[in-house]
Every structure is written in C-alpha cells, then in structure tokens.
C-alpha cells in the first residue's frame, strides 16, 4: 500500500510517517518546513521527501499518482499566528487543503483523510459531540472549518472517500517547543528541563482535553485501512481522550516554579470530547494517560 502524507515531517505528521513505514508501507511525504513552533523537522530516509508547498498543484500533482490513501496534516496550525495573520491561514487550510482534494481526485485515491480541529466548536457546551453547530471565534478555526466542508463537498459531489478527524489537544513526542503559542505540554516539559518558571497564560483553570500522538496516528492508520459503512465518508470525528484536566493541574505536576502570562483571546475556557462515534464507527480507543505519561518523562 502507498500513503501520502502532508506535513510529514512535523509533529503529528512525522509520527504518523514513522508508523506507517513500520507496518510497511510506501510513504511519500509533502512538507515546506512552514511551521514556525517546530525546534525541527524530522524527515525519515526511509520515505520519498519533497519539500513543497501543498498550494503548488504544478509541483505536487504527480505525487499523488499511485496513492491509495492521503492523510492532509499540512496547515497553519496555531490559533494566535493565525489571527495574526488571517490570509496566511486562509490560504494554507482552505486553499491548500482544496489543492490536496483535487490532486488525490484526479489520481484515484482511495480515501483522504483531513486532520481538522476541535476549536471548531467554540464556545458550544461540552462534551462537544460532532452534531454541534459551528462555532469559530478566530481565523484559524474558521479556515479548517472551511476544509471540512470542502471534504464534504468532494465526497457528495465527485465520491472521493474522505474522513474528518477534529483532534483536541494533541501531545507527545517531537511536540513543538518554540514560541509561546506551541501547545502548552511541550512548552512546559522544556521549560522545566531549562530549569526555567513554568509560563501559565490566564488564571491556568481553562481545561483541555490532551489526547496522546500516538492515539491521533493509531486512528489515521485505522480509518484508512478499515471499511466502514458508505454513510460516514464526509463526516467529522472527535478524537480526544474524552478527558480534561486544568492547565494549573498539570503545571503543578511538572514543577511549581511557575509565572502567569495575560490571557488570549480567541480561546475557549474548556475542551472536551465526546468520543463515541469514533469508538462505534471506527473502533478506536485512546490508550495513552496523561499523568502517566509526564510521570515518565
């Protein structure tokens, strides 16, 4: 089997790239090392490496002859730079993500799967379950938002199997550890390491649900590989723990050298996924504790 995966050899994407060539597939990868958070980017040998932009249909097209499964995880994925700069975050989750779709359109591919957010859901009441309203507060929300329905829109309309995966807090190995707007885990784990006050933005009481890398990877892999019933192509899945704890709780854990930052606008107060559907439909599970898993670092 031949995968292809964008933003290979970032965080999530890397992981995933590692993953798939252990359980033996081909993998090529598409990655323009955009991402400002990454310390750096982690581009195994053993895949076919492009660095390109996912916007470049000229450049990119042939890559996808051959495919039989695309996991999208190129984006502009953090919320801040992306209020910053809106057109950025437009242009790489919208506009790239439809470059992506019509690429794998075009060579037959059997099924991509799109790597979304759960800021989708805003300030909707938690558990977020995937039938809630849209709800974006900022630019970068809106933008993934934007690729999930052009997902939909290339399943209803041309039958190219796609899958929606709205992730919640993703942490784990080669998370990105510069800037203050990486996700927090990273952050403070190298703060720690440095021996440096652990920065908690607001009051530290806002609660996220943090689901492990290698869960996200585990349910890439599976939806790809596993039929499900025709109905659910161009749908949404949380993938979360189905678990949240306070940002406080978790700096406590790691050290109680700590400063507070003022807190961001755009972000809501509380993430929690409600994960049922992805255990029904596509038979996940996480399987990574939190606690468990800083303990060990």
């Known amino acids: 089997m031949k995968a292809l995966v964008t933003g290979g050899a970032g965080f999530i994407g890397s992981n ?6 252990e359980n033996g ?40 002859e051959g495919v039989d499964y695309v996991f999208h995880l190129a984006a502009e994925s953090r919320l801040q730079p992306a209020i ?36 989708a859901y805003g300030l909707n009441k938690y558990p977020n379950v995937e039938t809630d309203p849209n709800d974006c507060l900022n630019p970068y929300s809106v933008s993934k938002v934007a690729g999930e329905e052009l997902c939909k829109m290339y399943t ?5 199997k796609t899958i929606i995966f709205r992730y919640f807090n993703v942490y784990g190995e080669r998370s990105p550890t510069t800037g203050q707007y990486a996700p927090v885990i990273g952050i403070f784990l190298k703060q720690n390491q440095n021996n ?27 939806s ?5 019933d025709s109905k659910y192509y161009g749908q949404i899945f949380n993938i979360g723990s189905g678990e949240n704890i306070s940002i406080i709780e978790i700096a406590n854990q790691i ?5 507070y930052l003022p807190p961001r606008e755009g972000e809501a107060k509380t993430t929690l996924a409600d994960i049922q559907k992805a255990k029904t439909i596509l038979n996940w599970c996480p399987s990574v504790k939190l606690k468990e898993w800083i303990s060990l670092q």
Not at 204 to 209: A, V
Not at 224 to 228: E, L, S, T, Y
């Open 255 to 259: 050290s109680d050298n700590q400063i």
């Open 156 to 160: 209803n309309l041309y039958g190219l």
């Open 84 to 119: 910053k700069n809106p057109i950025n975050a437009v242009t790489k989750n919208a506009v790239g993500t439809c470059t992506v779709l019509q690429c794998a359109r075009e060579a037959n591919v059997k099924k991509v799967i799109y790597s979304s957010t759960s800021s």
């Open 224 to 228: 790809a590989v596993n039929d499900i």
């Open 25 to 64: 597939f081909e993998v090529v990868v598409i990655d323009n090392e955009s991402a400002e958070c990454n310390e750096k980017f982690y581009w195994n040998p053993k895949a076919d490496n492009h660095k390109l932009d996912i916007c470049d249909y000229e450049f990119t097209r042939d890559l996808y």
């Open 196 to 222: 440096d006050p652990l920065t908690i933005v607001g009051d530290g009481l806002q609660r996220r649900d943090f689901v492990h890398v290698q869960d996200v990877v585990f349910a890439n892999i599976l």
């Open 16 to 21: 995933l790239v590692d993953k798939l060539l």
